[in-house]
């Protein structure tokens, strides 16, 4: 099968996210990169680009002019992944599907929910296909635990428990640190930061795995360091629509915390429990049973696991193949819409638009919710309540 086209708007030299998506889009063959705007200092990106094997007239000085060189091709590219800082990533998302192209946007997809919400409405008129990366829900065994979830091994979810702590913004010193500063600054993260930045993550995660949506959540948030405006930890209580109780717990100033995603989930007869820093490892608990480990690449597994696994048991997977399992089911899905075709269900897992309208609209909860002592408030973006 002849290769997709992909280009790529930010990530450029020194970026912790350009690489990753870089390994990702080309790990299954499946995308060739072909285009990008890497920097937002034109000739830096442009020769940037080159260096990593662009063609001249396909390595862009913005993404403005990525926009018009590649909307004129005949060759164009089928996906643009948008790795900006998140003030532009709705202005970038909006034009390139306006113009008939599919989109990849990191997360946060935008800074309102009214941007989100015209995102959504945007999508669905171009007919195109608007993704946001959460790359965590790629794990070979997160997959397996929606498919465990969905057949009914732990019967009926009564409460998922989720957390993304680290410890990374605890030094007092670092924090004029512009690295760190911006995260905390409302002009540049808009709302909220640790949870805008990792809590969204965690609570996206509840609802891939669980199948249901967050309906609404009481939320306590604090700036642990007083020179910042935004908070630095968040405990927030939510509830799903499917009736199942939420908890989540983030934090940038656990020291000690490494990277810190991990998600529990207890139904009527079982439990579940996954972290990222150990992904090979789903632990299953069936009640009055023995606890059971399940190991990523082993037999018997769901067609979403075994879709998603891609070395042998027992040898690590880590962030970049994870991005890789949303590249590979962007790449069914737009193949199937070239060929006017179903998707393979195994394949439909990638994130949606609405799920980051969704998580944006949670933000908002969220820090509305702080401020008035852990008010209960809808998390439910308009369009969808």
Excluded at 38 to 51: A, S, T
Excluded at 107 to 134: F, H, L, Q, S, W
Excluded at 332 to 361: C, F, H, T, V
């Amino acid at each position: 099968m002849t290769k997709l086209k992909w280009g790529m708007i930010g990530g450029g030299e020194g970026s912790q996210i350009g690489p990753a998506h870089r390994l990702g889009s080309g790990l299954d063959s499946k995308f060739e990169f072909t285009a990008g705007a890497l920097d937002h200092r034109p000739e830096e990106g442009r020769e940037y680009g080159q260096r990593l094997g662009l063609a001249s007239d396909r390595s862009y000085g913005s993404w403005q002019d990525m926009l018009a060189g590649e909307k004129g091709r005949d060759d164009r590219v089928d996906l643009v992944t948008v790795a900006t800082p998140n003030s532009t990533h709705y202005e970038i998302t909006k034009a390139f599907l306006e113009a008939g192209f599919n989109v990849l946007c990191e997360k946060p997809m935008t800074m309102t929910v009214e941007e989100g919400e015209d995102i959504v409405r945007t999508a669905k008129a171009a007919g195109k296909i608007c993704a946001v990366n959460y790359g965590y829900t790629g794990y070979s065994l997160v997959r397996h635990m929606k498919a465990m979830i969905a057949r009914g091994d732990i019967g009926k979810v009564r409460l998922v428990n989720t957390e993304f702590a680290h410890g990374h913004h605890a030094n007092a010193a670092d924090a004029d640190n512009p690295r760190v500063r911006w995260r905390y600054d409302p002009a540049q993260a808009g709302v909220s930061a640790q949870f805008a930045d990792c809590g969204i993550h965690a609570m996206h995660m509840a609802s891939f795995v669980t199948g249901q949506e967050v309906e609404k959540l009481s939320a306590d948030i604090v700036s642990c360091l007083p020179v910042r405006t935004l908070e630095d930890d968040a405990m927030v209580n939510f509830r799903m629509d499917g009736g199942t109780v939420g908890r989540l717990w983030t934090s940038s100033i656990a020291i000690g915390r490494q990277h810190g995603l991990g998600i529990q989930v207890f139904g009527e007869t079982g439990g579940l429990r996954w972290s990222q820093e150990q992904p090979n490892q789903l632990y299953y608990m069936p009640l009055g049973e023995r606890l059971q480990v399940i190991e990523r690449g082993e037999a018997n597994l769901s067609p979403e696991a075994d879709r998603s696994t891609r070395v042998t048991i027992g040898h690590a997977e880590g962030m970049p193949l994870a991005f890789a399992n949303i590249y590979k089911d962007l790449a069914e899905a737009i193949n199937a819409q070239k060929e006017n075709r179903d998707m393979d269900p195994a394949a439909n897992l990638y994130p949606r638009a609405e799920d980051g309208l969704r998580s944006m609209a949670a933000v908002v909860a969220v820090a509305e919710s702080g401020k008035q002592d852990g008010k209960w408030l809808d998390a439910r973006p308009p369009m969808f309540r």
